[in-house]
Structures are given as C-alpha cells and as structure tokens.
C-alpha cells in the first residue's frame, strides 16, 4: 500500500517535516510518481481497522480527483488543415494591403502638403521682391524729382559774372580761326544757366549739322567757314 504525505500524516498523526526527515533518513521507503512521492506501507504492519480508514479515505479521493479532472478537463484543439492555414495567410495578406493602401494614401499627402508649402513658400518670396522692387522705384523717382527740383532752383539762381571787355580787334581775331565753344561763350556777356543752354543746342545737333566740331570730348567752332549765329541766339 502506498500513501501521500497528507495521506500518511494524518492517519499516523505525525507532522510532514518529521515525515520529511525520516524520508531524507531514509526510515521510510517511498517512490516518486509524476513528481508526487508515495511512502510504502506494508499491509501487515497495520492494523485492521487502519486499513479500512485508509482504503476507504483513498477512495474518497480517488473518487475526488477523478471528478475533479472532469470539471478541469479542457476541450481538445481542433486540428489545423491546410484551409486553416491558407484563410490565415489570405487574412494576413488582405490586412498587409490595406495597411500599404494607407501608407501609401499618407505619403502622398505628406508630398503634396511640403508641395503646398513650397508653393507658398515662392509666393512669399515673390511677394517680397515685388514689395522691394516697388520700393526701389519709388526711392529712384523721389531722387530723380529732387534732382530736377535742385537743377531747376540752380538754373533759376542769379550768379555775379564780372564783365570782360573784349576789344574789337580780339574778338575779330577769334572768329577768324576755330575756338572752343566753351571759352567762345566765357568771352560773351551770358550768365552761367545761359551758357548752359546754349551748350545743349549744340549738343542736341552735334552728328546733324556739319558746323559742329567735336575733338578730345570738346566742341569747337569755326567762324572762318560757318556762321553760328541761329545757335547762339538767345
């Protein structure tokens, strides 16, 4: 006959740690089942009525263990086919796809957002050149009107020219012979804003009219062959 150690306490009435040491003594003799160890009990050492309690408690939970596994038992997986196994593919794949569809539909919308902003962006920058390109021109305008505004009040300003008189013979000689305009006007009685305009009347016709002399950037005048009379009227 053989017992557990619950089993053996409690019909011998001793404690599992002195079961335990008579075990590791070896003063008993015991098996192990399925990791459950059983001590060995000869029928003859024990008495009748010990017998029966025993046999009749193995019993209780024989009947016990096995009602127990019953109610425990699980119910058996159904085995795996060769359609389960493809259904479970197919699912996997359809999920891969849609998630690739979704990927997909997020990085085209990434690309077209930073498109959105490099649009914006070069619309930005446009706008600023433009603003500054307006600006720019309106700076050189009020300049260019300032600058006439300053020509203007300088040409309507009255200069002092200290009169030269020039003797008749002298200024005889100088049109005999060819002479820079601009010393010709200094001996003239002009003032300055005078001078000026007349110098741009020859400017405007200097490459049309053959009376003009041009050498070095200066223009001169020859009294012995033209007459410049219709220019430097005033």
Request: proline share 1%; net charge neutral; no cysteine.
């Amino acid at each position: 006959m053989r017992l557990t150690l619950d089993e053996y306490s409690k019909h011998f009435k001793m404690s599992k740690e002195m079961i335990n040491s008579k075990l590791r003594s070896k003063k008993l003799n015991y098996i192990i089942e399925d990791g459950i160890t059983y001590i060995i009990v000869t029928r003859s050492s024990l008495e009748k009525d010990k017998r029966s309690e025993i046999h009749k408690t193995q019993k209780e939970n024989t009947s016990q263990s096995k009602n127990i596994k019953k109610e425990a038992q699980v119910p058996t997986k159904p085995k795996t086919t060769v359609a389960m196994v493809l259904g479970l593919y197919q699912k996997e794949n359809q999920q891969l796809k849609e998630k690739i569809v979704q990927l997909e539909e997020k990085i085209d919308k990434l690309i077209d957002d930073k498109e959105q902003m490099l649009r914006d962006e070069m619309a930005k920058i446009e706008h600023v050149y433009s603003t500054k390109d307006e600006q720019l021109k309106n700076i050189l305008e009020l300049i260019n009107t300032k600058l006439l505004v300053e020509n203007n009040d300088t040409s309507d300003t009255v200069h002092e020219v200290e009169t030269v008189d020039i003797p008749v013979e002298d200024s005889q000689t100088k049109k005999d012979e060819i002479i820079e305009l601009k010393k010709y006007l200094k001996t003239l009685d002009l003032e300055n804003y005078q001078q000026k305009i007349i110098k741009k009347r020859f400017l405007a016709v200097y490459g049309k009219d053959i009376r003009i002399i041009k050498q070095n950037g200066k223009l001169y005048l020859d009294f012995s062959k033209y007459d410049y009379s219709d220019l430097l009227e005033y």
